[in-house]
T-cell receptor, first 114, second 115 residues
Framework: DAKTTQPPSMDCAEGRAANLPCNHS???????VYWYRQIHSQGPQYIIH???NNETNEMASLIITEDRKSSTLILPHATLRDTAVYYC???????????????FGTGTRLTVIP | EAQVTQNPRYLITVTGKKLTVTCSQN?????MSWYRQDPGLGLRQIYY???????DKGDVPEGYKVSRKEKRNFPLILESPSPNQTSLYFC??????????????FGQGTRLTVV
């Protein structure tokens, strides 16, 4: 699975959009970009995933560059409850390989400031 | 409500005393796995199971056992716990499928301390 690079920490004002970048320059054609978050030692929570098109759901938007070497997770109106560590993971579709191992790395610690 | 339930949430035990951490999911998922999380090391996979009676080692299996006798349950067994197994443990499950519906659901974690 391709490695990812994320900034270790970011701050965002409450109510503003939080834009979390992720570099994955070695991504392969069949690898997806997944985002999870972990709120203070709770179990990681799935946010969104995509292959090459931009995706949006009730939690966030995912913007993937045309060359697929980087992506941005957007939380449109950050709240204090969005303070968490955000993980960008690149791998083949979860469920298509035996191990289903999600390599979480160290992620980005997002702090939403009142 | 779809969920993955781990028990216990917190456990303090002594070296060498066998223990089991239970994990149960109510989503009829085929895949289940165990992770441990340690400061600076992220989450590392211990064991996984693709279906009933099918289990395999992850990245850090030493000192652990698992079983998958029923689809919904995937207990983690520490036959002789040691202090280096002090960690935060997570169980996860997911459907076996293609590109859609491929999220993993995680339990709330079990914080284990071995003294």
């Amino acid at each position: 699975d391709a490695k990812t690079t994320q900034p270790p920490s970011m701050d965002c004002a409450e109510g503003r959009a939080a834009n979390l970048p992720c570099n994955h320059s070695t991504i392969s054609g069949n690898e997806y970009v997944y985002w999870y978050r972990q709120i203070h030692s709770q179990g990681p929570q799935y946010i969104i995933h995509g292959l090459k098109n931009n995706e949006t759901n009730e939690m966030a938007s995912l913007i993937i560059t045309e060359d697929r070497k980087s992506s941005t997770l957007i939380l449109p109106h950050a709240t204090l409850r969005d303070t968490a560590v955000y993980y960008c993971i690149v791998r083949v579709a979860y469920g298509q390989t035996g191990a289903n191992n999600l390599f979480f790395g160290t992620g980005t610690r997002l702090t939403v400031i009142p | 409500e779809a969920q993955v339930t781990q028990n216990p949430r917190y456990l303090i035990t002594v070296t060498g005393k066998k223990l089991t951490v239970t994990c149960s999911q109510n989503m009829n998922h085929e895949y289940m796995s165990w992770y441990r999380q340690d400061p600076g090391l992220g989450l590392r996979q211990i064991y996984y199971s693709m279906n009933v009676e099918v289990t395999d080692k992850g990245d850090v299996p030493e000192g652990y056992k698992v079983s998958r006798k029923e689809k919904r349950n995937f207990p983690l067994i520490l036959e002789s716990p040691s202090p280096n197994q002090t960690s935060l443990y997570f169980c996860a499950s997911s459907l076996r499928s293609g590109a859609t519906n491929t999220e993993a659901f995680f339990g709330q974690g079990t914080r284990l301390t071995v003294v």
